[in-house]
């Protein structure tokens, strides 16, 4: 990407968002990030001149404001993606309005783009490649909340005069990965030496490494057509269990695997693939980095 606009990016210290400010800091462009107020997570962040960094919490995007103009907006911050959380019908519906906040901040910077992340979970369960205008039908509340902020917030930019993408993300891993995820829970018991407790593992799998991903939001940025939905994943389905076993020879080949020792969970999806063609044909964009070499790299800026 060899453009030099001004970004400004909430959700930063997240994995994503950490993958993003590092590739603008290695293009030597300098970048504000806003995060939660008291975070402990801001070592996540590289330290640099190149960052400024704004603690403000959700609830206050409505009132921020900031003397600079910016060209981008990315947000990427969400209250509660995972636990109990994820069902809470009150907490999801105020992402809904943070997220029209944030919209309204980026409008007041002088953005010219907002970029909205959204989920994989928008979608629900499906059995065919996923693009930008296939039939959703999410299951949870947070997949609801996302889908509708996506709509509305992309709405709100047509009426201010900004134009939008919202990014559905798949599976994406790397440095910096909530210890929540799959990938990390794999990583921590193979170290260890110990078997994961796995289902059997047979659903066909979109996995993406963060830097990819980030370079892929840069784009969309820079070139994604204005009112679009992307998804994003590489576009390479395999089986998930195929996955887990190139993690377990980078990590420690003498580890067994658990397959089948856990059941699928309710409205588990069997079919998850990213049709990335549009998102290729508009931007240029492909993903570079293999799942194994991806493995290698989070292993190493994890130590």
């Known amino acids: 990407m ?48 190149r960052l400024k960094v704004l603690e403000c919490n959700l609830d206050e995007y409505g009132s921020l404001s900031l003397d600079e103009s910016y060209d981008v907006f990315i947000h990427l911050a969400w209250d509660a993606t995972s ?4 069902d809470d019908a009150d907490l999801q519906m105020r ?14 910077l002088g953005c010219r783009k907002f970029i909205g992340a959204g989920s994989q979970a928008e979608y629900g369960v499906q059995s065919s490649p996923l693009t930008g205008d296939l039939a959703v039908n999410p299951q949870s509340g947070y997949g609801i909340a996302k889908f509708a902020s996506g709509k509305l917030a992309m709405m709100l930019c047509r009426s201010l005069g900004m134009e939008s993408n919202w990014v559905r993300i798949l599976s994406v891993y790397g440095p910096g990965q909530g210890k929540q995820t799959l990938i990390a829970y794999l990583i921590d018991c193979i170290q260890s030496g ?22 892929a939001i840069l784009r969309i940025a820079d070139s994604g057509v204005n009112g679009k939905v992307y998804p994003l994943g590489s576009g390479c389905g395999r089986h998930l269990a195929d996955y887990i076993r190139d ?24 079919y998850l693939l990213a049709d990335i063609s549009e998102l290729t044909r508009d931007t240029g964009w492909k993903p570079v980095t293999s ?13």
């Open 247 to 270: 993690l377990r020879d980078a990590v420690n080949p003498n580890v067994e695997l658990g397959f089948g020792r856990k059941e699928y969970y309710p409205h588990q999806p069997m």
């Open 291 to 303: 799942f194994s070499e991806g493995i290698r790299k989070t292993l190493e800026k994890s130590r």
């Open 194 to 215: 110990q078997t994961p407790d796995l289902t059997p593992c047979e659903q066909t799998w979109d996995y993406l490494y963060s830097e990819d991903a980030a370079e």
């Open 2 to 49: 060899e453009s030099r606009e001004k970004i400004i990016i909430s959700g930063a210290t997240g994995m994503i968002g950490r993958a993003i400010v590092c590739r603008k800091i290695q293009d030597g462009d300098e970048v504000t990030c806003i995060v939660h107020r008291n975070t402990k997570r801001l070592s996540n962040l590289p330290d640099s001149e």
């Open 95 to 108: 992402n809904i309005q943070y997220t029209l906040d944030a919209v309204h901040l980026a409008h007041r």
């Open 83 to 86: 636990g109990a959380g994820r």
